[in-house]
């Protein structure tokens, strides 16, 4: 009987969570979020020789 009611209620859980995705918009990437993204991508490789003490280097 347990094991009834905890499909059951993974069901509802699974139910509740698609009916909210459809029935609610997804907000879009604004441009803040998107240079957040930027700042901490991975530099290129093929850009400048690669450093692990970059800040502490004398420039």
Do not use: H, Q, W
Not at 30 to 43: E, G, I, N, S, W
Not at 45 to 56: D, H, R, V, W
């Amino acid at each position: 009987m347990r094991t009834t009611r905890c499909l059951l209620l993974a069901l509802l859980i699974a139910g509740t969570g698609l009916a909210l995705r459809l029935a609610l918009p997804v907000a879009p990437v604004d441009a803040p979020f998107r240079a957040v993204l930027k700042a901490y991508a991975t530099p290129d490789p093929s850009a400048a020789e690669p450093s692990n003490t970059a800040e502490t280097s004398s420039p």
